[in-house]
């Protein structure tokens, strides 16, 4: 699904929202989450799950083509962890 397809999905579930309400909607919703990511805090979405920040040390890794060591810094990246309902929710449907 994307944003695009979310959007429409509002809207068509929400006959009051046009469809550009449901864009703006959408939009502030993920640049909440963005924002909140950006400061460091964390987010939880009961049922849903929660999105944090991890911080990734500095490390040594290897450049694939010369095999050379090159020094990597640290980071700090996005992570989400599902929620108990979503991961059962997943994990109860059948692949087609």
Do not use: C
Not at 55 to 65: L, Q
């Amino acid at each position: 699904m994307t944003r695009s397809d979310l959007v429409e999905e509002l809207a068509e579930r929400f006959a009051q929202l046009t469809q550009r309400d449901a864009e703006l909607a959408v939009k502030t919703i993920l640049d909440a989450v963005g924002d909140a990511l950006v400061r460091g805090h964390r987010i939880e979405i009961r049922g849903f799950g929660s999105f944090s920040v991890n911080h990734r040390p500095p490390r040594m890794g290897r450049n694939p083509r010369t095999g050379q060591a090159v020094q990597i810094p640290e980071k700090r990246v996005p992570h989400f962890k599902p929620g108990k309902a979503l991961r059962e929710a997943v994990d109860q449907r059948n692949p087609v």
